[in-house]
């Protein structure tokens, strides 16, 4: 199975980080860096404002960790992918699949 693992992603989680006037924002905390197996699941088109755009997403399989059950966002490939779901796949829950999408600029 390890082999089939040859991914590198980043798992974040949300914060909020307080600025020097004592104002918050919110921001993305780095958890994670794990190697995970990567399928893609769908390409379906999203319309917002008039435009579509083809939105893409994926599931990804890595070891679980109990520190990768606060993943909101994966970084990969350069790209920001927002999670839809997380699961175990076997009963044995040595493994974590997390479903994700491909995050749109704004």
Not at 23 to 41: C, G, K, N
Not at 79 to 91: E, H, L, R, S
Request: proline residues 4%; hydrophobic residues 40%.
């Amino acid at each position: 199975m390890t082999r089939a693992l040859h991914e590198k992603i980043i798992c974040q989680k949300p914060v909020l980080l307080a600025s020097g006037a004592g104002e918050q924002h919110d921001s993305w905390e780095d958890i994670a860096e794990v190697w995970a197996a990567a399928t893609r699941v769908s390409d379906r088109p999203e319309t917002e404002a008039r435009q579509t755009r083809f939105t893409t997403s994926y599931r990804l399989l890595m070891r679980h960790q109990d520190i990768l059950e606060e993943t909101r966002r994966i970084l990969w490939r350069g790209k920001i992918y927002q999670v839809t779901g997380m699961g175990q796949p076997n009963a044995r829950g040595q493994m974590l699949e997390i479903m994700v999408r491909e995050e749109l600029p704004a």
